[in-house]
């Protein structure tokens, strides 16, 4: 069973930068394609990015394009996302989730295990 734990959230300040971290224990990372998503109080969840597993697609949302970048350490188990020039309305409780191919039709998607979430807080 694959058991993801987010971490690097905290508070920042409008043009600050963090970097959070998805860390997998239970199994390899290799087989799994990994998103990240967030969501803000009263908001549904959003997707922000994914990085699949085999031939290193990103995908980021639009809003984020330019300032966010995810990458991914099979090695250390780990896919991060470096978060740049972070605005106010990127607040929220960041997900990991890792995808391992159910849907062949699908680049990122769906997830099958979820990490518990890492607030991140930007301040104007």
């Known amino acids: 069973q694959l058991h993801l734990v987010e971490s690097g959230g905290g508070l920042v300040q409008s043009g600050g930068s963090l970097i959070l971290s998805c860390t997998a224990s239970g199994s390899s990372l290799k087989d799994y394609t990994i998103g990240w998503f967030r969501q803000a109080p009263g908001k549904e969840r959003e997707g922000v990015s994914c990085?699949?597993?085999?031939?290193?697609?990103?995908f980021y949302r639009e809003s984020v394009k330019g300032r966010f970048t995810v990458s991914r350490d099979i090695a250390e188990r780990t896919v991060y996302l470096q978060m740049n020039e972070l605005k106010p309305e990127d607040t929220g409780v960041y997900f990991c989730?890792?995808?391992?191919?159910?849907?062949?039709?699908?680049?990122?998607?769906?997830?099958?295990?979820w990490g518990q979430g890492t607030q991140v807080t930007v301040s104007s």
């Open positions: 990085i699949r597993h085999d031939d290193g697609f990103t």
């Open positions: 989730a890792a995808d391992s191919g159910s849907d062949p039709t699908s680049r990122c998607g769906p997830y099958d295990y």
